[in-house]
Every structure is written in C-alpha cells, then in structure tokens.
Antibody, heavy 120, light 111 residues
Framework: QVQLQQSGPGLVKPSQTLSLTCAIS??????????WNWIRQSPSRGLEWLGR?????????HYAVSVKSRITIKPDTSRNQFSLQLDSMTPDDTAVYYC??????????WGQGTRVTVSS | QSVLTQPPSASGTPGQRVTISCSGS????????VNWYQQLPGTAPKVLMY???QRPSGVPDRFSGSKSGTSASLAISGLQSEDEADYYC????????????FGTGTKVTVL
C-alpha cells in the first residue's frame, strides 16, 4: 500500500517561496514505472496539475505552462521523497496542494493535502 | 493549458440515474483514456473509474463510465445518499511535453 505524507508550511508571505515535501512509503521515488506529481486545488482554478518528476534511466521533469518559470520539483533518493518549490508566491497561489503518484496514466495515490495561504 | 468541461451540478432522488459529461479535445480525451475521481469534503480525490470504464476494487457497480471521441461520461445508477460529492474527470494531454488536465468538476446532490 502506497502512502504519501506531506509536510511544509501553511502560510507563505507574498513574493516568498513555497517549499513542500512528500515522503513516500510503499514505493520508490526512483521507480521505473511511477511518476511523482504535485497538484493544487482552489475555488478559482479547480484542480490544477503543476508538474511531475520521474526516473526512466535518467531523471525527467515536466511542468505546467502556468507555473513553468517559477517551479522546481526535485527527487530525494536518499530519503525516498520529492519536493515542490514554487517561487514568487502571490495570493492567487492560495490553494490546497497535493502530492500524488501516477502509477501508469492514472493518479492513484494522493497525499493528505496542505492548505497554503499566501498572505502578509 | 486547457481544461475538460463538466456541468457544474447534477442532482437526483435516491434510486434515480444521474449522468455527468466530460468534454475535451483531440489532444487529451481523443487520444488518451479518461479517469474519474470522487471527492468528499475535506479529503483528497479518490479514483472512481480508470481507463474509461474500469472500476477499482471496492467501487460499487452502480458506477459506470464510457468514452466516445473527445467526450466521456460517468453514470450513477441507483443513486444513494453517500454518492453526494464532487466528481472530476481527468486525462493526459499529449500537447507540449504532456500534461494532466482535469475537468471543471460536478457537484452531485441527492435530493
């Protein structure tokens, strides 16, 4: 059974960087068949895919066009986790952020969600 | 990036049949399979249907899915009170480097 445990702050000031981590149990961040995603949800944007990282002989990252200039998703193989870094946060980035596994063209496991508010 | 279009709401009385549509394009639903998620308040979405019409174990058979061209649909037969939730479709889009696109969501109310 795959479990994803998120950690990180719930409050970020405007212009600062959001950093969230997702610890994986029951699978490996280096899996050759899974991809590791960040997704957010807000009333204004609905469910929005932000990006993913995955390993297929080498590491790949793909990001949504809407955040491509300010997002980084990194694997941490020593701790079997992956992280999200989103720079230059604005109130429009206020949302619930989820990490999630893609087990093969299907987001099948989700983290518990982190409610992030951007406010001074 | 595009989204998949769903009706904002659907409703029915217990025992009725409710259908939710999901409209996309040739680069997402037209090329890839559709997955459906059920979201209860305060929780993460849960897989309800995958590969257009496959139910994970534990999902009642009153839920069914289909796909045709660039559209998909989810049907709930024999609506029950516990089916009151938000429902989202999702599909991978092959444009650019590939990205996941979600539906706008449908709130199902059991009257």
């Amino acid at each position: 059974q795959v479990q994803l445990q998120q950690s990180g702050p719930g409050l970020v000031k405007p212009s600062q960087t959001l950093s969230l981590t997702c610890a994986i149990s029951g699978d490996s961040v280096s899996s050759n068949s899974a991809a590791w995603n960040w997704i957010r949800q807000s009333p204004s944007r609905g469910l929005e895919w932000l990006g993913r990282t995955y390993f297929r002989s080498k590491w790949y990252n793909h990001y949504a066009v809407s955040v491509k200039s300010r997002i980084t998703i990194k694997p941490d193989t020593s701790r079997n986790q992956f992280s999200l870094q989103l720079d230059s946060m604005t109130p429009d980035d206020t949302a619930v952020y989820y990490c999630a596994r893609d087990g093969g063209y299907l987001i099948d496991y989700w983290g518990q969600g982190t409610r992030v508010t951007v406010s001074s | 990036q595009s989204v998949l279009t769903q009706p904002p709401s659907a409703s029915g009385t217990p025992g009725q049949r409710v259908t939710i549509s999901c409209s996309g394009s040739s680069s997402n639903i037209g090329k890839n399979t559709v997955n459906w998620y059920q979201q209860l308040p305060g929780t993460a979405p849960k897989v309800l249907m995958y590969s257009n019409s496959q139910r994970p174990s534990g999902v009642p058979d009153r839920f069914s899915g289909s796909k045709s061209g660039t559209s998909a649909s989810l049907a709930i037969s024999g609506l029950q009170s516990e089916d009151e939730a938000d429902y989202y479709c999702a599909a991978w889009d092959d444009s650019l480097n590939g990205f996941l696109v979600f539906g706008t969501g449908t709130k199902v109310t059991v009257l």
